[in-house]
């Protein structure tokens, strides 16, 4: 019979793979792990005995449990077919997913730079190779027995959100999980976050092994005047009503990126010193917008949510100006009551003017006090 043999006050020991012992070729009892780890057998009459054991997955990703030069895999019983998940951060293993038999692990958890899992039992440390994927903002992490990729299973952990700029100025998540009688845990993803312009969502989106993947954060993109970034991330529950992911806002400040009005709007990271870092671009276009005090340079962003679009219309921080120096008309930004920049708005293409407006608005004094109104901005007519 496969399992592993341990002996111990001349007893020889042979637990099977699904929590049965023999004990000198008797039945033995059951067998489980305990809190550290360790194997107790609980034996017929009810007692129990205790066995230090090490636990690691080898390179194929297969479970291994050894006692000195003693081990065995629990990959190695053709008839088994292990499943592995996670509850709190627990490793629950069974040892064959049409049994009932179960035990868990207790280990710390880290995430690799090749968006890897590592999990260290009792010291002891062990790399799966696996990917971070789910189309629900939750951290699922996949794997499969290297020698038989169609015995997968995926390791959830349930936590939050949140965000930080990394010094280069990349917008980065990390993942805080909860643990089981622990302090909460922490991964931090490896790579920046962007937009999918296909949809205005915020993804996390990587390469491994020639292959694309990636973790969809469903929410709701909203850009401020001054440019801040804000996205609400939404709560996703499990099929039976159990918080997978906390709902929060992530807030990156940004700014504007382009020497126009054309395209995409592009938007800068800005890192803790001040200085610019990754360009953030969102699709949409540029269009005209009436504030409550004068006409606003702005833009029009839609989002698709599991089908459902919205559109999105904001101005920017600015005013439409006359630029005596050259006889050209300008938007100016302006951030805190400072004007930071300006771009040169094209006659016939991104600005039209006539005569005056009854609605000051719509109003701009060009030169020698001369009052003009704007007939058309940026692919609206007034």
Sequence with gaps: ???????????????????????????????????????????????????????????????????????????EVPANVPRYDTKD???????????????????????????????????????????????????????????????????????????????????????????????DGEFVLPKGVAIDKAMNQLMYEYDKDGKKRRIQLVGTLMISDDFTIRYGLDRQTSSDGQQQVGSTTFTFNASFKKNNFTGDLDLAIV??????????????????????????????FEQNRAGNVTRTT????????????????????TTSNTTTRTITLAINVDINVGNAHLDARLNLKMEGGQVKGVTFLLGVGF
């Excluded at 904001?314 to 100016?332: H, L, R, S």
């Design 314 to 333: 904001f101005g920017f921080a600015g005013k439409i100006q006359f630029n005596k120096g050259n006889g050209t008309i300008e938007w100016a930004f």
């Design 89 to 183: 951060a627990v490793l629950l293993v069974k040892p064959n997913k049409d049994q009932a038999f179960s035990f868990e692990l207790r280990g710390d958890w880290s995430l690799s730079e090749d968006h890897d899992l590592t999990i260290t039992i009792n010291g002891k440390a062990s790399t799966i190779d696996g990917f971070i994927n789910d189309p629900r903002s939750r951290f699922m992490f996949h794997f499969s027995n290297k020698k038989n990729l169609l015995q997968a299973s995926v390791l959830g952990f349930v936590g939050n959100w949140s965000e930080f700029v990394d010094p280069s100025g990349q917008p980065r998540l990390k993942f805080t999980y909860k643990r089981a009688g622990q302090p």
């Design 1 to 75: 019979m496969a399992g592993l043999q341990l002996t111990k006050n001349n007893d020889n020991y042979l637990l099977d793979p699904l929590g049965t012992v023999t004990l000198n070729n008797a039945p033995g009892g059951k067998w489980k792990t305990d809190q550290s780890n360790k194997i107790v057998i609980t034996k017929p009459d009810n007692t129990t005995i205790t066995f230090d054991v090490t636990w690691e997955f080898n390179p194929d990703n297969q479970l291994v449990v050894s006692a000195g030069t003693k081990k065995f895999n629990f990959s």
């Design 271 to 300: 890192k803790q010193d001040g200085n610019l870092g990754t360009t953030i671009s969102i699709s949409g276009k540029f269009t005209a917008v009436l504030g409550s005090a004068s006409l606003l340079a702005g833009f029009t």
